[in-house]
């Protein structure tokens, strides 16, 4: 029997165990690391040529779209041998400035495919813009970039942030860079992040050696240990015996000859416990034999046997065996850190790029910068197994900080073993640069751009409108340019254009103060090629178009100083009937001033009481006083002081009691008789208007700033566009019949004043003016006419302005009642309505026809046209332009007198009708008729001297022409009859006698 024990280790003795050893005592290693960093090799100075930074001004970004991984295909594209990316963020007391920038590696000595500046505005820039879509990027050139160098050296404490930033997946928020600025508001500081991307051929060698390392690691991770016992015995016994008796008798004879050859081999395998073996023979002979024989014999033989076999076997084994395994923690969390932390990494970086990148840290003092790097720590850190985590280390070595003020990353000259360089491998570092490896994932986390506003970089929302256009669709000479394409607040090279032959569908424009709406207007019209007539209620903003058009000409409404207008509401066209002139006349009223009760009917009926006395039949239209009442310089119609005249006697007619008629007549005197006085009386209380005619066929803008009262522009305006909407009739009806196309252009600002939505509680009467006016507005485009309502307040029009406009152009809106009624009308969704008040000066939302969705256009200055202050048109201008209308129109009547001229007055005769000189005299010659009989000598020396002074004294017959028109009214007499009387007068004024006694009131008449 024999017992025998065996204990057996299953481990590898000759696996090198130093890699463990030396990752166990990390302390050891990074000193060993950071000792590395001590022969730097030295770079050279980088010029500037050889940098390009980029300036990030405004950061646009879109609700649903990640900032982050938008940021890291910006990365992904500047895998780019022989160059660094340069992430640079500058504080100081004002805020932060964020800089993109590539910069060459002085490191790499092949040529570069693309010159840095290529690089940086080809690849760069592009894919800042493609990726971050309407952000304003400026390129840093010339002295700014040394401003930038010379702001880092003065810089005065250094510091590098070695590890990898973690990347915290459910706390994204809380990883941004807008917390770092928040941290280091108004401190000095510069967070630098220097980026060498990897070749796929590095990242390949990082995975092969990060598999061997695994390799390596596996079979240190886990030892067995077995332990084995056992026992066998056996035994046994045979006994055996036997005899034998033999008798025989033989006789033989043989004879043979033989002859053989032989040969064999043999071959034998055995096997057998532990043991093995293996044999090989051959044999080969020859013979040749004869053989006689002959022979007899007998042979006795006797065998007796027995045999007894006893076997007795036993057998006994007895074993036992023992298994322990041992794990190596340390050895298990490395190999599982490469399984599932490295190996991500990498395969997240073989799609997207791994860099070699160095984080830098520099402040005006120590303070600050342990500051910023602890927070850069803080922020950058996440929750995730990381072996390398983010720590900082104060930097004092002259040649790396001349190196990161370079824009380089530093370079060691050291070299290292096989296990340093695995340990180095694991901790994320590669090759000699003093950098650690990044993913994209990593590098923009730490190189990121915010994700809320700061201080210093702006951030606004981008919304998504139309890209597209059917420009194709627009014949070529109907093109209307309007401006450029914005996507997502970057301005393209694409124009955008109008279609010309649509605008008679009309325009609504819209936005508030200083949006860019009177900008928009300009180009319109310019672009347009048509006459057009302005309606200005409260600027002047459109008197710089004479820049552009020679021919245009300004009214200033109730100013006579500049540009005197003339407006008589109740004269109408040859085509028109009186009926039809009242009802717009009362609606004009009754929408410009809230009317109770029974006032418009009444002033309905005063209207055409003036026209009876004036010689018109209500229902023909004629005239029984004039024959050709249409003629220049016939005063054939009603005034409004002709009006007020007979309002009382029309409510004395209705039967009112006292109180009621005093409150009518008070009511409609308070609301009309200020039109009477002054520059409004002389525009609006005149026998003839302007011919309309005449002003559809050129560039007009009327300017009515300077009447204060916001009824009475109201007023106004309802009663020009009463006339312009009848002359635009006439003229249509005449172009047709000459076999042409009219075509003119109005553009009302302010059209609220005249087409206000109608809301509870306002007067039915407001409501139906209106109405009224929308109606007419409407239907003007069947005759040629091209509207362009212009209001900074959507919802205060009446909605059929909104409806009824084809085109809208939508500037920068802040009410939501505005961007809804505007954005219910143009097919807005709620972000694109809420978009409106972001959007700058100058960009609009467009809808039209030939635009299937509304889209975002940077609206184009005029480029022939200055809008600086010195290019204000001075007023002499503005008034000569004017009275050269009235001059080359003398004749209409328009200035009363300037008819009787027989050759075209000059521009001074025009300006002394309207100047000063001979207002005063009309003043003083009232005084004087008012009561000649009992007319004093100092009132005959006061117009005596008046005439002296202003050298009238010599000019009888125009002082004569002149009373005659402006004070007297018709009458038998004739005109020659008339200055006789009134020289006669004239020469008794100037010989100061006082038999001036005749009956002025009648023989002419006079308007006292």
């Known amino acids: 029997m024999r017992k025998y024990k065996n204990k057996k280790i299953n481990k590898n003795k000759n696996i090198n165990t130093s890699l463990i050893d030396t990752l166990k005592n990390k302390d050891i290693f990074r000193e060993n690391i950071e000792k590395n960093i001590g022969s730097l090799y030295s770079a050279n100075d980088i010029l500037n040529r050889e940098f390009s930074l980029f300036h990030i001004e405004e950061l646009t970004f879109e609700e649903d779209s990640p900032r982050k991984e938008a940021f890291e295909n910006v990365l992904g594209a500047l895998r780019i041998e022989g160059v660094n990316f340069v992430y640079l963020l500058l504080g100081n007391k004002q805020g932060v400035s964020f800089y993109f920038g590539i910069v060459k590696d002085k490191h790499y000595t092949k040529d570069l495919e693309l010159d840095v500046d290529d690089i940086g505005k080809v690849i760069l820039k592009s894919n800042i813009e493609g990726n971050f879509r309407g952000s304003k990027i400026t390129e840093i050139v010339g002295d700014d970039k040394q401003t930038i160098r010379d702001t880092l050296d003065s810089m005065q404490s250094f510091a590098r942030v070695d590890g990898v930033p973690s990347v915290n997946e459910d706390s994204e928020n809380f990883q941004g860079v807008d917390r770092l600025v928040d941290v280091m508001l108004g401190d000095e500081f510069a967070l630098m992040v220097l980026a060498d991307p990897l070749s796929l051929e590095e990242i390949h060698d990082i995975e092969r050696s990060l598999d061997d390392i695994y390799n390596e690691l596996s079979p240190l991770a886990k030892m067995n240990l077995q332990e084995t016992h056992g026992k066998t015995k056996t035994s046994g016994s045979s006994i055996g015996k036997s005899s034998s008796d033999t008798t025989g008798e033989s006789t033989s004879y043989s004879h043979a000859d033989a002859l053989g050859s032989s040969k064999g081999t043999s071959k034998s395998n055995s096997k057998q416990g532990s043991s093995t073996g293996s044999s ?191 420009q194709h669709t627009i014949h070529a000479e109907n093109l209307l340019p309007l401006g450029n394409l914005v996507r997502s607040g970057s301005q393209l090279d694409i124009a955008i254009d109008l279609d010309k032959s649509h605008l008679n569908k009309h325009t609504f424009i819209t936005g508030v103060t200083g949006s860019g709406k009177t900008t928009t207007c300009h180009r319109l019209l310019d672009s347009a090629d048509m006459p057009f007539m302005v309606i200005e209620p409260a600027k002047t903003e459109y008197r710089i178009l004479t820049q552009l058009h020679d021919d245009l000409i300004i009214f200033t409404l109730g100013d006579d100083t500049v540009a005197p207008f003339r407006l008589n509401p109740f004269e109408f066209f040859p085509h028109e009937n009186i009926t039809s002139r009242v009802d717009m006349i009362k609606a004009n009223i009754e929408a410009a001033f809230d009317m109770e009760a029974a006032i418009p009917q009444l002033i309905e009926a005063a209207l055409y009481e003036c026209y009876k006395l004036c010689g018109w039949d209500i229902a023909t239209s004629t005239n029984t006083k004039y024959d050709k009442p249409f003629e220049d310089g016939v005063y054939a119609f009603p005034t409004l002081s002709d009006l007020l005249e007979q309002v009382p006697k029309i409510v004395e007619q209705q039967g009112f009691d006292d109180r009621l008629k005093n409150d009518y007549i008070g009511s409609i005197k308070a609301r009309l008789q200020g039109l009477l006085i002054g520059s409004k009386g002389l525009m609006i209380n005149t026998p003839r208007s302007i011919d309309f005619k005449n002003l559809i066929e050129m560039k007009v803008i009327l300017e009515l700033e300077e009447i204060k009262n916001g009824g009475e522009k109201s007023l106004i305006m309802g009663f020009v566009l009463i006339n312009l909407n009848e002359a635009i009739k006439a003229q249509y009806e005449s172009y047709k019949n000459a076999g042409k196309t009219f075509k003119h252009i109005t553009l009302i600002e302010e059209a609220h004043r005249l087409l206000s939505k109608y809301m509870p509680g306002d007067n039915p009467n407001k409501k139906l003016g209106v109405e009224t006016f929308a109606d007419m507005l409407a239907e003007v485009r069947k005759y040629g006419e091209s509207l362009i309502i212009v209001d900074q307040i959507p919802n205060k029009l009446t909605p059929e302005v909104l409806k009824n406009t084809n085109t809208k152009i939508v500037h920068k809106l802040f009410a939501q009642d505005d961007k809804e009624a505007i954005g219910n009308t143009m097919a807005l969704d709620d972000e694109q309505k809420k978009f409106l008040s972001n959007l700058e000066v100058g960009r609009a939302i467009v809808s039209s026809q030939n635009l299937e969705k509304p889209l975002q256009v ?24 004017c009275l050269s209308f009235y001059q080359k129109h003398y004749k209409k009547g328009l200035i009363k007198g300037l008819e009787h001229y027989s050759n075209q007055p000059s521009l001074a005769q025009i300006e002394e009708y309207l100047g000063s000189t001979m207002n005063g005299l009309a003043r003083e010659w009232l ?76 023989m002419l008449r006079i308007k006292v």
């Open 858 to 881: 940077q609206v184009m200055q005029l480029e022939r046209m200055s809008t600086t202050e010195s290019a204000i048109i001075d007023k002499a201008q503005i008034r000569t332009l």
């Open 927 to 1002: 005084q004087l008729c008012s009561d000649p009989a009992n007319a004093s000598h100092d009132t005959f020396r006061s117009v005596k001297n008046y005439l002296i002074k202003n050298e009238l004294n010599d000019r009888q017959n125009f002082v004569a022409d002149y009373l005659a028109s402006m004070l007297y009214q018709e009458h038998d007499l004739s005109r020659k009859e008339r200055q006789a009387f009134l020289k006669s007068f004239i020469n008794d004024v100037l010989n100061e006698k006082n038999s001036f006694t005749r009956d002025d009131k009648a």
């Open 280 to 470: 090989d023979s051959s044999t080969e002979g020859s013979s040749q034999n004869k053989t006689e024989t002959q022979g007899s014999g007998t042979s006795n033989s006797k065998t007796t046997g027995e045999s007894v076999n006893e076997t007795k076997s036993d057998t006994e084994n007895t074993g036992a065996s023992k298994s322990r395994e041992y794990a190596d923690k340390s050895v298990n969390e490395w190999m599982k850190y490469i399984d599932e932390v490295l190996s991500a990494r990498l395969d997240y970086g073989r799609s997207k790029g791994i860099f070699h990148s160095g984080i830098y840290l520099f402040a005006k003092n120590k303070g600050n910068l342990l500051k910023l790097g602890n927070t850069v720590c803080s922020l950058f850190s996440g929750i995730s197994d990381n072996k390398a985590p983010l720590k900082l280390s104060y930097v004092s070595n002259d040649r790396e900080i001349a190196s990161v003020k370079h824009f380089q990353l530093p370079v060691s000259g050291i070299s290292a073993s096989q296990n340093e360089k695995n340990a180095r491998l694991l901790f994320s570092k590669y090759g000699n640069k003093v950098a650690s490896w990044f993913s994209t994932n990593e590098l923009s986390v730490i190189a990121g751009l915010p994700q809320k506003e700061v201080v210093g970089l702006p951030l606004r929302e981008e919304v998504e409108f139309g890209l597209n256009v059917k």
